[in-house]
């Protein structure tokens, strides 16, 4: 008994001890400290106010080195029923937010902004944060999606590894200690830092298409910190992290489906496709490929940018112009002008796609793009691996063929990795609020089959269908909707938290050939390849 007694004494004095090593000292911090939110007027909208948030540069570190994060805030226009903040992530990776709230405030989601303040942030590494990422690389010549595409006839891989190295290198010399910081995970902790700081128990939350992945990590992360959350354009989170090479070969093949949506709709009105392809679209536009890379075009009309348009650039701009449905009657236009050799059109666009600025400077969304999702995603480490998955992207995609592949290996060379990223599982208990997701049948970057994935692995999780065209589907524009059923649905859930019945599906108001909607350019369609990007508005007819 006595040894029972001396044994039980000891084990209890070295439980404590063990305890005391675990338990910080009196008055030590417990986390990161939350930031102070010094709100000023800021941008050109009315009632826009501007912050800046210091936060951890790695959460591992609390109290360690800091970063700075801007937002932008477009106040409640119905203050007296405000229900709370609503944070706007509008995709990427890299795609910024703050700014487009500066510039159109309450007029960017009129009805949301209602009840809510609207919160604008531009993610860590991004935009007006600081340190911001930029590799201050040409896209079109150096970044990933960098032309003439790589095929098996022109494949010379001690040169393609050496573009890419060289590009990786840029990137890292320029970036520093950020790029190991920069996870989806470490924005979601920032969010709900500032959540703390704007000294709410939970947020409501609404992600388009990478953003839907953001939102699917800070539902994993934090299940009980959000009100409410809507998923628009969803990736498949799963296998965008941890099976990115087959993600992106769905991605490419969800793009050519929805070309094929808009070769059908062309040969059922030639007269709305401008005349394109006199109703065989697919084989005019594949002959019009093939002529332009033997032959490039002039696009002498648009003077910022008047140099010839091969074929490459005509599949790039028409990848952006697939993003919107709205956007079909300018490729169509450009299209049929391409055939009468005015390439000026896909020349606008195809800048518009590599974010060329015109004044010898380059629009680093690209290098955002690439870099973030780089340091996260579970790429391997195999050369030869890229080169046979070029080969079979070349034989099985007509037209995307360059999405992946051959590009992939700047992220099989990648050598940094953030620790503290997140590859899941990504799951919302049923004691969390069930987030909404809104996937469209045609989304042409975001693949419709992704969203049920996404659906599956969350577990709790409601889905409302759009059936149509283009990238995400909730406009918020009162006067000319995407699908005036999907933002009716959207609304009521973020206001009242009322899911739509299961099953639901609503229809697309845009059409084709109605005129492109007058819709409000949430951000400006940038480079990124064709990677979840930022909602895009409608590509406007030149003059």
């Not at 989601?109 to 590494?125: E, H, S, T, V």
């Amino acid at each position: 008994m006595k040894g029972s007694l001396r044994r039980s004494a000891w084990l209890a004095v070295a439980i404590c001890a063990f305890l005391a090593v675990l338990a910080p000292a009196a008055g030590a911090r417990q986390g990161p400290t939350v930031p102070k939110l010094d709100w000023q007027v800021c941008g050109e909208a009315a009632n826009v106010t501007c912050t800046t948030a210091q936060v951890p540069l790695d959460y591992d570190k609390p109290n360690g080195k800091s970063i700075e994060l801007f937002l932008a805030k477009s106040p409640a226009t119905d203050p007296a029923h405000r229900i709370g903040s609503l944070f706007i992530n509008f995709g990427g990776p890299g795609g910024t937010t703050a700014q487009t709230f500066e510039d159109g405030g309450a007029d960017v989601f009129p009805a949301l902004n209602k009840r809510f303040d609207i919160i604008g942030m531009d993610p860590r590494g991004v935009g007006q944060s600081k340190p911001s990422i930029d590799c201050k690389a040409n896209q079109e010549t150096e970044g990933i999606y960098s032309q003439p595409f790589t095929t098996p006839d022109n494949l010379n891989p001690r040169a393609l590894i050496n573009k890419d190295l060289h590009y990786i290198g840029r990137c890292i010399a320029l970036n520093g200690q950020i790029l190991a910081h920069v996870s989806t995970a470490n924005v979601a902790r920032d969010i709900d830092l500032l959540r703390q700081a704007l000294g709410e128990s939970k947020i409501t939350y609404f992600g388009y298409s990478y953003g839907t992945f953001l939102g699917a990590t800070y539902a994993s992360l934090f299940p009980h910190n959000y009100r409410a959350m809507v998923l628009d354009g969803p990736l498949d989170a799963d296998s965008y992290i941890n099976e990115p090479l087959d993600d992106l070969s769905a991605q490419s093949s969800g793009f050519e489906r929805a070309l094929g949506h808009f070769f059908q709709a062309c040969a059922a009105d030639v007269a709305a496709c401008r005349g394109f392809g006199s109703g065989d679209p697919r084989d005019a536009y594949d002959q019009l490929i093939e002529q332009l890379d033997s032959s490039p075009i002039s696009a002498a009309g648009f003077p910022d940018d008047p140099r010839p348009v091969d074929g490459d650039d005509a599949l790039i701009a028409t990848a952006l112009a697939l993003y919107n449905k709205g956007s079909w009657p300018f490729l169509a236009q450009a299209l049929a002008d391409a055939t009468h050799g005015d390439g000026t059109r896909l020349r606008f666009a195809a800048d518009l796609y590599y974010g060329n600025n015109f004044d010898g400077t380059f629009d680093p969304g690209g290098d955002r793009y690439f870099t973030i999702g780089a340091i996260e995603q579970q790429y391997p480490h195999d050369v030869g691996l890229y080169l046979r998955a070029g080969k079979r992207s070349w034989s099985e995609h007509e037209h995307t063929w360059w999405n992946n592949g051959y590009v992939e290996l700047n992220y099989g060379l990648w050598p940094i990795h953030d620790r503290d990223a997140f590859d899941g599982p990504f799951k919302v208990p049923g004691s969390s609020v069930t987030p909404l997701v809104v996937a469209t049948t045609y989304d042409p970057a975001t693949p419709y089959r992704g969203a049920k994935n996404l659906i599956r692995d969350l577990g709790n999780a409601r889905l409302l269908t759009m059936r149509g065209d283009g990238h995400t589907a909730y406009s918020g524009d009162p006067v000319a909707p995407n699908s005036a059923c999907v933002d009716a649905y959207v609304e009521g859930y973020v206001n009242d938290g009322t899911l739509p019945p299961a099953g639901t599906k609503c229809t697309q108001d845009t059409g084709f050939p109605a005129p492109a909607p007058q819709a409000k350019a949430l951000t400006t369609p940038r480079i990124g390849g064709l990677r979840p990007q930022p909602h895009v508005a409608p590509l406007a007819p030149l003059r």
